[in-house]
């Protein structure tokens, strides 16, 4: 199917109910500056249905406050790690403003992983590095569960009612410390993390690069779990790290002793899930 029917047909749900066994797996947008976009045209809900939906203001404004604030922070030359890369959104967002950027994507799902590939040759972009292996506390092969609604929901975690046990691929998996380790990784400025639901098991398999690199993170946060002193709370406390975290809407960093009072502000502004930036002291 040729690139204009797919996005005919990909930004028109219901339509899309009735074609999407027709679609592609991948298609390709031609944005402002002669930008070469590929994406998923059978997403109902995710970063490709955002994109072919509104084209250049998808692209600019999806999660843009995340993007803005990861550009802010990352040095001209810095090393970026997208953890949970989809289809690469915060990659070539970033790489706009910071073209000497080094971006390490880590995207488990292969229709995913081939777009990244894909819209980099294209846009014959450099120091652009796909790894198609998600990252975990374990090493192997394991089920990657499938959402039927939003191809930026996959998750190594089956949780969810978009999800089924019988809908999976078996991905690669690795830990973050064994990667940097084989790899010879000395550099992380800043690292994004958004795995749909496996977010500690991500920081459980990074504990001595965390200690060693010391990247400024951005992660994906259940409120429920800051307020009740949970998730990445535990981590930090657990492994003994000293950081300072900053809400999207802060000026400034603050301790980590005060972020179960923003959590709470957030939940009663029914925000359930909150990005949230984090240094190392």
Known sequence: MN?????FIAKRRWLKRILVNTLDDHARLD???????YYDPKDFRGPSFHVVYSHDHGFK??????KDALTA???EDGVFFDVGANIGLFTFYIKQYRPNMTSQCFEPHPNMATCIRKTTTENSLKKVIVNEVGLSDKI????LFLSNRNAGGHSLANTGTDKNSDDFHMVAVTTLDQYCQKNNIERIDVMK???????????????ETFKKLKPILMIECSNHDLVNNQGVLNFFRDN??????????????KSLDDISDTAKDALNNNMILNNYLFKFL
């Open 61 to 66: 404004h999806y999660e843009k406050k995340e």
């Open 31 to 37: 944005l402002k500056d002669n930008f070469k976009l």
């Open 140 to 143: 192997g092969e394991f089920k």
């Open 240 to 253: 003994n790290l000293q950081v300072e975290f900053k809400a999207m809407h802060h000026d400034c960093y």
């Open 73 to 75: 922070v990352l040095p």
């Open 3 to 7: 690139n204009t029917l797919n996005r």
């Open 193 to 207: 993390i958004d795995v749909e639901g496996v977010e500690e098991q991500v920081l459980n398999g990074a504990v």
